[in-house]
Structures are given as structure tokens and as C-alpha cells.
């Protein structure tokens, strides 16, 4: 079974950036496509970003492209979230997922198997 390790959230004011990492334990990354949630208080969890397995590829919701990055490392095991420009909007806890082996890439909270604890992002001046 897969563990996944949030870190990296905190404080920032708005125009600041952060940078989110999952570290991944149990299983490898490699082959399966990782993705990032978040959840505001109140609302739904929603996607974020995903990468894909095969070429690394990328997706994003629009209301953080051109703003996160989502990259990898398959020798560490970790995926992070680059977050830069960051708005009040932003603030909720932030999720990890993966999906299971050779999995197309997805923005459905249910096509996850794998979820970590989340990390606070919290957007305030």
C-alpha cells in the first residue's frame, strides 16, 4: 500500500509563493499518474494538477494554470506543487493522490486511490 506525506504549506501573503511537497512510501510513483487536490472550508475537494506517468505531461485546472507547476522526481519518490502568485483564494488544505498502475490522467477525486493527509495553505496578508 502507498503512503503519501504532505509538507511545505504555511502562511504567505498574497503574491507570495510556496512550494508543496509529497513524499511517496511503500510503492514507487513511477508508473502512476500523481495528482493535487485541494479543499477550502465548506466546499468541495477539487482538482488542481496532475502529471502524467509516460512523459511526464502535465494538466491544470484554469484557475491555477499559468500560476503552479506540478513536477516530480521518481528517484525521491516526491512530487511537489510550485505555487507562485498566490491569492486569498488559494487558502485551503492541499492533497496528494495517486492513482493505481498505468492509470490515464484524471481530475476525478474518485479515480484516486492513494491520498495523504493534506498541508494548510493559507493566503492572507
Known amino acids: 500500500q502507498m503512503q503519501l506525506a504532505e509538507s511545505g504549506g504555511g502562511l504567505v501573503q498574497p503574491g507570495g509563493s510556496l512550494r508543496l511537497s509529497c513524499a511517496a512510501s511503500g510503492r514507487t510513483i513511477r508508473n502512476r499518474v500523481m495528482g493535487w487536490f485541494r479543499q477550502a472550508p465548506g466546499k468541495e475537494r477539487e482538482f488542481v494538477a496532475a502529471i502524467n506517468y509516460r512523459d511526464d505531461t502535465t494538466y491544470y485546472s484554469d484557475s491555477v494554470k499559468g500560476r503552479f507547476t506540478i513536477s516530480k522526481d521518481n528517484a525521491k519518490n516526491t512530487v511537489y506543487l510550485q505555487m507562485s502568485s498566490l491569492e486569498p483564494e488559494d487558502t485551503a488544505v492541499y492533497f496528494c493522490?495517486?492513482?493505481?498502475?498505468?492509470?490515464?490522467?484524471?481530475?476525478?477525486?474518485?479515480?484516486?486511490?492513494?491520498w495523504g493527509q493534506g498541508t494548510q495553505v493559507t493566503v492572507s496578508s
Open positions: 493522490a495517486a492513482r493505481t498502475l498505468y492509470q490515464v490522467l484524471s481530475t476525478s477525486v474518485r479515480d484516486y486511490e492513494s
